[in-house]
């Protein structure tokens, strides 16, 4: 009797999947241990079962390729040899073509192999130790570079999502009951609004009926909320669904580099909006492409440094409220600044001055510049896929953000914060010259309220010391333009901190009103062009807000750095004065140094005396500022080494101290300094004033 086939190809199917799963993870633990027996019977043995099972269900294609394949490895088994890289790439190759013909066969397909020939071919060739191919992909590479990066990485996503199975439902469905569900939520709260009215003129109606209409619009708030969250719990998908081809992709990508590297990329059982899950292979891919390529050294290298000869990449993700974090991390080589600078400066000569004084954060940017690497020739790796522009622009359109953490010679860490959901989103309410608008919650850094004293004024404007970092600060009319600029006659002022891709600005709003979670609409087409705006928003009197674009807003200003002003002033000068800046303070040092390199002084630190009478053997400098109370040597015993040495008794020297005190005072005028300022007094100039004075008089 004559079995009914169709019978039994969801089980096939289901178990076919199984054992490649499992093939793949016998492929990765070879990588590690390449003469590991047990993982060779067990691959023996998964590749058995597929062969049985293959034929019993008349897929003779499958049967002879994993049958050839089965020859391979018991060829290896019988000669006790380990399992080559090569090898761990062919099976791992074949691995990729059966699991897209299982679809095929889920789709109704007969079991064909696309490529029977060629594969049976080169595992014949591996059988007669011949020179073999392992890369069994239909893309044609040539075509691939003709593509547009965005193109790319449409292609890569694709790879993972083959069609929306996992959904029972359409997208479109799923929109379409979010909009009437948003409708009703705006109803609900102008419900709201009318009880509230209705209240303040309540003294001739009765109080129970308000109450019981209080009660059920309450109900009627609570109902919505939760078929809200149960319509968009239908458009999130496991994370793990993208985790496990991930890591077989940069398992091969590894290989093919022929670098020794252990991935750690455990399983998630976190959920994410679909639309955000199918584009993030692509982005993870590059990034550990990038760790593979740039991040992890050579064996040899590795050795030198100290390090395992085994190099580490990992991506791990958590939840945070209704933020997913993502990290992809290497224990590699870490940014190097210098390269950056280098091939900065290589590519915008014209930008010499700038790049130059540039800060890490600053030279951060240029990696994620289009057609950017600190390669001058493209690898195999280095040169396909996407590049971190491209990454940078996915993230955006994603309302994700990305940071970057990296020390020389320990790791680099890609830090990627993405939305949960696309539905809805958290942000910050603020309002500008009685306007509002709303700013997404993972680009705010931090809210302060801080005094108008508290600004140091620079020539190209205002900043603030946020935790020793020195962050410019604007009025909101560098965000919009169009706003109605008022006089701010406060003396205290609220300070919005944003941050993306690691630089920071602040912008000062007249009133921070509240924090919520909205549904986001997309700008009307009247405004599609413009790019301040990222979407809009309903209030509770169902007005219109903005949300700003603050990506585009950081992107499209460029600070303008005292030392480009320094650079440009310098020249009209006939001479650049130096000054020497002694303090234990880090971020003292910062600030006088940033003071003074504004009034056009070349600006060098120390730590203390010790370190400052160092530096004055080695350079010639025409003033000392310098701390009093320090560790190893203070200020009083630096002035007096000083003034008995030839070469510095005639340097000018302000002391500075925490607080006035009448006999340091005299002691340091005893002992021969020209001047003496309280630190609290620098932000009247006081400093600047007195070093002008001292070296222009």
Not at 65 to 74: G, R
Not at 117 to 136: G, R, S, Y
Request: hydrophobic residues 40%; aromatic residues 6%.
């Amino acid at each position: 009797m004559n079995l009914d086939k169709s019978l039994f190809v969801a089980d096939y199917i289901s178990e076919a999947r199984d054992i490649l799963d499992s093939l793949d993870d016998m492929a990765i633990a070879s990588t590690k241990d390449k003469r590991n027996t047990s993982c060779l019977k067990e691959i023996l043995r998964l590749l058995h079962t597929l062969k049985g099972s293959s034929r019993m269900l008349e897929y003779v294609q499958i049967e002879k390729v994993v049958n050839h394949l089965e020859t391979v490895f018991k060829n290896i088994q019988n000669n006790q040899t380990e399992i080559s890289n090569k090898i761990i790439q062919l099976l791992m190759g074949v691995d990729e073509v059966l699991r897209k013909t299982i679809e095929e066969i889920e789709d109704g397909g007969d079991g064909s192999l696309s490529q029977y020939e060629t594969l049976l071919e080169n595992i014949d060739k591996a059988l007669e130790d011949e020179d073999f191919k392992t890369d069994f992909s239909e893309k044609n590479k040539k075509e691939d570079d003709k593509g547009t990066n965005e193109d790319k990485v449409s292609e890569d996503n694709s790879e993972f999502f083959h069609d929306s199975q996992t959904i029972k439902v359409q997208i479109s469905q799923i929109d379409s009951i979010l909009q009437s569900l948003d409708k009703l939520i705006m109803r609900q709260i102008k419900l709201k609004n009318e009880i509230e009215f209705l209240k303040k003129d309540s003294e001739h109606r009765e109080f129970q009926a308000f109450q019981e209409l209080s009660e059920n619009i309450s109900v009627l708030e609570n109902q919505s909320v939760d078929i809200q969250k149960n319509i968009i719990a239908l458009r999130m998908l496991p994370f793990d669904m993208i985790l496990r081809p991930i890591k077989r992709s940069i398992v091969s990508e590894a290989l093919k580099a022929g670098k020794n590297i252990d991935f750690d990329i455990p399983q998630s059982d976190i959920t994410i909006d679909k639309f955000i899950l199918e584009k993030l292979p692509a982005i993870l891919i590059h990034l550990v492409r990038n760790s593979i390529d740039h991040g992890i050294e050579t064996k040899e290298e590795r050795v030198k440094l100290g390090k395992s000869e085994t190099g580490k990449i990992s991506v791990s993700v958590n939840q945070v409220s209704n933020r997913i974090f993502v990290n992809v991390k290497d224990d590699g080589h870490g940014i190097d600044y210098e390269k950056i600078k280098a091939k900065a400066l290589k590519l915008y000569p014209e930008r010499e001055a700038e790049i130059l004084e540039a800060n890490k954060n600053d030279l951060l940017q240029f990696i994620f510049a289009s057609g950017f690497s600190t390669k001058d020739e493209q690898t195999e790796l280095s040169g396909r896929g996407i590049g971190l522009d491209v990454v940078r622009t996915e993230m955006d359109k994603l309302k994700g953000k990305i940071t970057v953490y990296s020390e020389l010679n320990q790791g680099t860490n890609f830090e990627l914060s993405l939305p949960a959901s696309l539905a809805t989103q958290d942000g910050l309410f603020v309002s500008v010259s009685n306007n509002s608008y709303l700013i997404l919650s993972h680009y705010i850094k931090e809210i302060l309220i801080v005094q108008k004293k508290d600004f140091l004024q620079m020539q190209h404007g205002p900043v603030l010391n946020v935790h020793d970092e020195l962050v410019p600060i604007f009025d909101f009319d560098i965000i919009n333009p169009n706003s109605k600029k008022t006089t701010n006659t406060k003396t205290e002022l609220s300070v919005v901190i944003l941050e993306y891709l690691n630089r920071k600005i602040g912008v000062i709003v007249d009133e921070i009103l509240h924090y919520g979670t909205v549904v986001i609409k997309p700008v009307p087409p009247l405004l599609k062009d413009f790019n301040a705006l990222q979407g809009v928003v309903f209030d509770e009197n169902y007005r219109i807000l903005p949300v700003l674009n603050i990506p585009d807003t950081i992107r499209r200003f460029r600070v303008v750095n005292v030392y480009d002003i320094k650079n440009l002033e310098v020249r009209k000068m006939p001479k650049v004065y130096s000054v020497l800046v002694v303090d234990d303070s880090h971020t003292t040092r910062h600030i006088e140094q940033i003071i003074l390199e504004a009034e056009n002084y070349k600006v060098s630190t120390a730590v203390d005396g010790i370190d400052a009478l160092e530096k004055m053997k080695q350079y010639k400098f025409d003033l000392v500022v310098t701390d009093v109370k320090m560790p190893r040597m203070d200020g009083f015993v630096l002035l007096h080494n000083m003034r008995h040495k030839e070469e510095l008794k005639d340097i000018p020297v302000i002391m500075v101290s925490s607080v006035f005190e009448g006999d340091t005072l005299e002691k340091a005028r005893n002992l021969g300094a020209q001047g003496y300022i309280v630190k609290s007094e620098f932000e009247r100039e006081s400093l600047a004033a007195k070093v002008r004075e001292l070296l222009h008089d």
